[in-house]
């Protein structure tokens, strides 16, 4: 297969990724030598307890962090090789991101943080409304609310909304659901399938939950920064 094949079927992909912090007797190794490929549309989980690096991996896909070791490449471009400029643009050009916290902006609406983010992807809110996403994850009665106005539910919803008006080609999600109830955080999970299935999004999802992990294509089991394991399900 050619180069220019394999990179349209990698979205994501990382060789030998190694990011530690500290160094000498302080130093931490939270990732090492992982090489992982995330490939358009598909979904993928990231499975392990608390410390397994699962967190630092899934940021790395990202850009959010520079590897000490390793490449990681978006589209084909080398990330991991660029300054912090260029890996904010290249981040800007469709990944998106849903934390554990929703982290919405206090003192604007719903509406508003929706809107601020498209404005800030440079997106533009006439190729993508605020309503019609808030519309789409069952937030059209809250338009006017504001966060502390919402219940945890609610406001993860709001974030998801604010990432899908990105338009992204990939979702990170770092433990979507670990603020909230169980119930509730079914009905999160369920509704970012959804999603997936109706956007088409790469989806990647950090769990320290087998149960969740099991409803993606792929797991990749995660322990003191190492790949231990994968599972195909589909």
Request: proline share 5%.
């Amino acid at each position: 297969m050619s180069s220019l094949a394999t990179i349209r079927k990698e979205l994501v992909a990382c060789r030998g990724l190694t990011v530690s912090y500290g160094s000498g007797a302080a130093r931490v190794l939270a990732v090492a030598d992982v090489d992982l490929t995330v490939r358009p549309a598909e979904t993928l989980a990231l499975w392990g307890p608390s410390g397994s690096g699962k967190t630092t991996l899934l940021h790395a896909l990202g850009g959010l962090v520079t590897p000490s070791a390793g490449t990681v490449s978006i589209r084909g471009v080398p990330v991991s090789s660029l300054d912090a400029a260029a890996r904010a643009r290249e981040r800007a050009r469709g990944i998106a991101y849903v934390f554990q916290s929703p982290s919405l902006l206090p003192t604007f609406t719903a509406f508003e943080n929706v809107a601020f983010a498209i404005h800030a992807s440079g997106a533009g809110i006439e190729e993508t409304d605020p309503e019609r996403l808030l519309t789409l994850v069952g937030l059209r009665g809250k338009l006017d609310a504001l966060p502390d106005e919402l219940s945890g539910g609610e406001a993860q919803r709001v974030a998801l909304a604010r990432a899908l008006g990105q338009r992204p080609s990939l979702l990170l999600c770092d433990e979507p659901t670990g603020h909230l109830d169980s119930d509730t955080g079914e009905r999160v999970l369920n509704l970012i399938d959804a999603l997936h299935a109706e956007v088409g999004f790469a989806l990647v999802v950090a769990t320290h939950d087998p149960d969740v992990a099991a409803r993606y294509d792929r797991t990749i089991a995660l322990s003191d920064g190492r790949v231990v394991g994968e599972e195909n399900y589909r």
